[in-house]
């Protein structure tokens, strides 16, 4: 049996701000962790690549307001400081 991967103990190094934002934030990693992991089989962050979630935010996220898009690139930029990365993803 093994244990699911705990996105909120992922990030609680770089969250900050109020607890509705760090919130925001945690729920926003795990859909694009589920999103993620449907169509690549990649569980946790550690092994994603830029083009993974390159591919959420073009693919996932076209349909979605400006706004919501906004919220998630900021998710993402989280999810690359934890991970020690240099990505650069444009709105």
């Known amino acids: 049996m093994s244990k699911s991967f705990d996105m909120e103990l992922f990030l609680s190094g770089v969250l900050t701000g109020s607890h509705a934002t760090r919130?925001?934030?945690i729920r926003q990693a795990k859909i694009i962790q589920a999103e993620i992991a449907v169509r690549w089989q990649l569980e946790t962050p550690w092994v994603w690549q830029?083009?993974?979630v390159?591919?959420?935010l073009g693919h996932r996220m076209s349909q979605r307001?400006?706004?919501t898009r906004y919220y998630y690139v900021?998710?993402?930029r989280l999810l690359a400081r934890r991970l020690e990365k240099s990505w650069i993803f444009n709105l």
Do not use: P
Request: net charge positive; hydrophobic share 40%.
């Open 65 to 67: 307001s400006e706004a």
């Open 23 to 25: 919130q925001r934030h």
């Open 54 to 56: 390159a591919w959420f």
């Open 50 to 52: 830029r083009k993974h």
């Open 74 to 76: 900021l998710t993402v």
